[in-house]
């Protein structure tokens, strides 16, 4: 009987490093040798004030890719083969699984949350979930980013931003780096606001046009300056104040796409919103089949990616370095990266 180490979360505050039985994938499954995982906002959640999305017990972890070690039955994948997860297991035959919309599937479950995840050395995923980049010429660690992206690349493509336009993206963390490496490929003009002068440096080297450092000048203050009039804003931090600059820097006729989640309800102005004539797109999580792979087109577009996850640690670490200071704000990296073969922190290796 094969174990294998995984980070199983009971309780909130309660996560464990376990050995669990590596069950032999069923029809339709796949058994993956995970290679990285990240960690993100959801599980830190789950883990301070759970269960709010998780079944428990659960094996964190949705950003994960890794190589294929074992398949079942009607399996096409091979073994060996490279993969990225898209964490959503949706069925397929729902209305909007009918139309490409998986992320809105009926019966939708994810990785990590409802059923065992990626942190942990092996897991077992449906094929539908898992996609096969042996040709992309990424090392894993650059590879663990693919999800993280397709949410970006999602909500760009929700937006409906294109090439000539002017957006906004306030927030430059772990989904708004990545946003604005999306928004800027679609030829847009980007300008970033955050409050950390280091990731107003990083959205500069991601592409963006200008940035707005949040608390100094006001967000319609600083389009002023520019001489722009924002066609998509982004509003990625889920702060009021956030919110907040954004919906008075809004031109008629704009779109605003709030992908950060507000943590407390928000009055809505809907008489002006109607009169102003904004867009108002939610987005939530991604579309497999079109998101997924264009996020990791996207990443094989920059050389290195040291600037987001410059070293990967091991499982053992996932709480007090990983879980406790993004909750805490004071993560070391964008995106920490976890290696469950691992004993010590390692640096992240993102050139081919």
């Known amino acids: 009987m094969t174990t294998t180490k995984a980070a199983v979360l009971h309780a ?17 499954e796949v058994l993956v040798r995970v290679g990285v995982c990240g960690v993100c906002g959801s599980d830190a959640t789950e883990y301070s004030r759970g269960p709010v999305l998780t079944v ?45 919309r998986t992320n809105l599937c009926r019966s939708y479950r994810t990785a990590g949350l409802q059923v065992d995840g990626g942190l942990a050395g092996h897991v077992v995923v449906p094929e539908s979930i898992l996609l096969d980049v042996s040709d992309s010429g990424l090392p894993l660690d650059t590879l663990g980013l693919a999800q993280p992206m397709s949410i ?12 000539g336009q002017d957006a906004v993206i306030v927030g430059v963390g772990g989904i708004g780096a990545f946003l604005v490496h999306a928004a800027v490929a679609t030829g847009a003009r980007v300008l970033a606001v955050d409050r950390s002068p280091e990731r107003l440096a990083l959205a500069t080297r991601l592409g963006a046009a200008a ?10 203050d600083r389009l002023d300056e520019l001489g722009w009039e924002a066609d998509v804003l982004f509003e ?13 820097a809004a031109q008629p006729g704009a779109t605003i796409v709030p992908v950060g989640i507000q943590r407390g309800d ?15 797109i939610g987005t939530v999580a991604h579309a497999f089949a079109a998101d997924l792979p264009r996020a990791v087109e996207l990443l094989g577009a920059r050389a290195d990616w040291t600037d987001i996850a410059s070293e990967v ?22 995106k920490t990266l976890i290696d469950p073969w691992i004993d010590e922190d390692r640096p992240a290796v993102h050139t081919a």
Not at 14 to 20: C, G, Q, S, Y
Not at 236 to 248: C, F, H, I, T, Y
Not at 266 to 280: A, K, Q
């Open 12 to 28: 909130a505050g309660d996560l464990r490093i376990e050995d669990r039985v590596v069950r032999s994938p069923g029809p339709g």
């Open 152 to 163: 970006a690349v999602h909500a760009v493509s929700r937006s409906g931003l294109r090439a």
């Open 313 to 334: 640690i091991p499982l053992s670490g996932v709480v007090a370095d990983a879980l406790e200071p993004m909750l805490a704000g004071r993560s070391r990296q964008v």
């Open 266 to 280: 928000v009055d809505v102005p809907l008489g002006s919103w109607t009169l102003r004539e904004y867009t108002i």
């Open 56 to 100: 428990l017990p659960v094996t964190l972890g949705h950003e994960f890719a890794g190589v294929v070690e074992a398949v079942g039955e009607g399996v096409g994948l091979p073994v060996g083969a490279t993969v990225v997860c898209g964490a959503g297991i949706s069925c397929g035959r729902c209305k909007p699984c009918r139309t490409g």
């Open 236 to 248: 990625v931090s889920g702060s009021s104040a956030g919110l907040a600059e954004v919906l008075s």
């Open 211 to 220: 940035t707005g450092t949040a608390g100094n000048v006001s967000l319609s």
